[in-house]
């Protein structure tokens, strides 16, 4: 066998710029802030009803679309935070992660050659996703250092082949969180043009500044047509478990619910179990504290950043920050990434796993969703660049 014999799409998927940082850094036995692993501790709630649940005997098979009490709850939450009204029995699909809904939704909507517009510097993966299912990415550039974006921008992309726009808000790896003016010119352009909008909402509650989440799906018009992707993941510091979710009317949400339960069959079952009593028990406060905490890191490592002169694009929400890295040896993000791992022992992505064009070689990627200790040993490192 020879790798001829590899499905053609393979060939433009490339192996994460993320993980393959991660692989460097435990070579490297360095600090990392690559990946947004999150190792945070978990609410003891969660776990402890997780914990409940398996020894209650639910380790079985869920309904593919997620367990009712799970269901209900992220219904409760979408009501009460988003300000989206679902049915639980129909609209919401429990999934593998956020990831895994995304892609489900991209199975389920999208057919090759169909164009999907979304705003860079991207998420990495929504641009694997949309590349297996043989979708065409279209870019619109975002301006640094507040990510400003040119409504014009992404009128003339539009072709008809586009079929979606994909909202990241807040934002992976820019921080970008949308204002309502701008969700709002968004909603205008998916019902002039008939479009699906995807919303990746999974940082929703990480808010900076006294920002507010706006879910585009409650605006005017938008439920039948957004896809809402939200999970907690990051909320709850379980990266590892997979628990995330789309949101979307009946027939868009039986077509995701289909691929779901294809490549799924359902998210962990216990695990879900132990995300539905964190949604249910644990307060408001919980919420508000979760941000305050991140901004603080935020900051702290952002006036590090700076300090060393590697000036960052302050973000608005969610636990990454893009640096400018220009002034570091090497002429590409990659070796400049590695020049850091190799004289400070800090990993982070090289930009160029965030955009199309060359200004990606000038930011590298952090992650700040680490515990105080390793915040104060990252501040440490880059004060060591100065």
């Given at each position: 066998?020879?790798?001829?014999?590899?499905?053609?799409?393979?060939?433009?998927?490339?192996?994460?710029?993320?993980?393959?940082m991660?692989?460097?850094?435990?070579?490297?036995?360095?600090?990392?802030?690559?990946?947004?692993?999150?190792?945070?501790?978990?609410?003891?709630?969660?776990?402890?009803?997780?914990?409940?649940?398996?020894e209650?005997?639910?380790n079985?098979?869920?309904?593919f679309?997620?367990?009712?009490?799970?269901?209900?709850?992220?219904a409760?939450?979408l009501?009460?935070?988003?300000?989206?009204?679902?049915?639980?029995?129909?609209?919401?699909?429990?999934?593998?992660?956020?990831?895994?809904?995304?892609?489900?939704?991209?199975?389920?909507l999208?057919?090759?050659?169909?164009?999907?517009?979304?705003?860079?510097?991207?998420?990495?993966?929504?641009?694997?996703?949309?590349?297996a299912?043989?979708?065409?990415?279209?870019?619109?550039?975002?301006?640094?250092?507040?990510?400003t974006?040119?409504?014009?921008?992404?009128?003339?992309t539009?072709?008809?082949?586009?079929?979606?726009?994909?909202?990241?808000s807040?934002?992976?790896?820019?921080?970008?969180?949308?204002?309502?003016?701008?969700?709002?010119?968004?909603?205008?352009?998916?019902?002039?043009?008939?479009?699906?909008?995807?919303?990746?909402?999974?940082?929703?509650?990480?808010?900076?500044?006294?920002?507010?989440?706006?879910?585009?799906?409650?605006?005017?018009?938008?439920?039948?047509?957004?896809?809402?992707?939200?999970?907690?993941s990051?909320?709850?510091?379980?990266?590892?478990?997979?628990i995330?979710y789309?949101?979307?009317?009946?027939?868009?949400?039986?077509?995701?619910?289909?691929m779901?339960?294809?490549l799924y069959?359902?998210?962990?079952?216990?695990?879900?179990?132990?995300?539905?009593?964190?949604?249910q028990?644990?307060?408001?406060?919980?919420?508000?504290?979760?941000?305050?905490?991140?901004?603080?890191?935020?900051?702290?490592?952002?006036?590090?950043?700076a300090?060393?002169?590697?000036t960052?694009?302050?973000?608005?929400?969610?636990?990454?920050?893009?640096?400018?890295?220009?002034?570091?040896?090497?002429?590409?993000?990659k070796e400049?990434?590695?020049?850091?791992l190799?004289?400070?022992?800090?990993?982070?992505?090289?930009?160029?796993?965030f955009?199309s064009?060359?200004?990606?070689?000038?930011f590298?990627?952090?992650?700040?969703?680490?515990?105080?200790?390793?915040?104060d040993?990252?501040?440490?490192?880059?004060?060591?660049?100065?």
């Amino acid at each position: 066998m020879t790798t001829r014999n590899i499905n053609q799409r393979m060939a433009t998927l490339a192996h994460s710029e993320i993980r393959a940082m991660t692989q460097a850094c435990v070579q490297a036995k360095g600090l990392n802030m690559a990946q947004g692993v999150c190792d945070t501790p978990v609410p003891p709630v969660v776990i402890q009803a997780a914990e409940q649940a398996m020894e209650r005997g639910k380790n079985v098979y869920s309904r593919f679309d997620g367990l009712p009490e799970l269901r209900q709850a992220i219904a409760r939450k979408l009501a009460q935070y988003n300000g989206i009204a679902a049915d639980p029995e129909t609209d919401i699909t429990v999934s593998a992660g956020a990831t895994g809904a995304f892609h489900c939704a991209c199975l389920a909507l999208l057919s090759p050659g169909d164009e999907v517009i979304l705003f860079e510097p991207y998420y990495q993966y929504h641009i694997s996703a949309l590349l297996a299912v043989e979708a065409v990415p279209v870019t619109v550039k975002m301006l640094a250092p507040d990510w400003t974006l040119s409504v014009g921008d992404v009128e003339r992309t539009i072709t008809p082949r586009t079929k979606a726009i994909i909202v990241n808000s807040p934002g992976n790896p820019s921080g970008k969180v949308f204002s309502r003016q701008e969700l709002e010119s968004m909603a205008t352009i998916a019902q002039q043009y008939d479009l699906f909008v995807f919303t990746d909402e999974i940082y929703e509650y990480f808010l900076y500044d006294g920002r507010t989440h706006t879910s585009l799906a409650s605006l005017p018009g938008m439920a039948e047509r957004t896809i809402t992707i939200g999970g907690y993941s990051k909320t709850f510091s379980i990266t590892g478990w997979r628990i995330g979710y789309t949101v979307a009317v009946g027939q868009w949400a039986q077509a995701i619910g289909a691929m779901n339960d294809l490549l799924y069959v359902c998210a962990p079952t216990p695990l879900q179990a132990g995300v539905a009593v964190g949604i249910q028990e644990l307060p408001d406060l919980f919420y508000r504290d979760l941000a305050r905490d991140y901004q603080e890191k935020r900051d702290r490592f952002c006036r590090a950043l700076a300090q060393a002169g590697l000036t960052p694009s302050i973000p608005q929400g969610a636990y990454y920050v893009l640096a400018d890295v220009s002034r570091l040896p090497g002429t590409t993000g990659k070796e400049r990434a590695m020049f850091l791992l190799e004289t400070i022992g800090l990993a982070g992505v090289p930009g160029e796993a965030f955009f199309s064009g060359p200004e990606g070689r000038q930011f590298i990627r952090f992650s700040y969703a680490k515990i105080d200790a390793d915040i104060d040993d990252a501040c440490r490192r880059v004060a060591r660049l100065g």
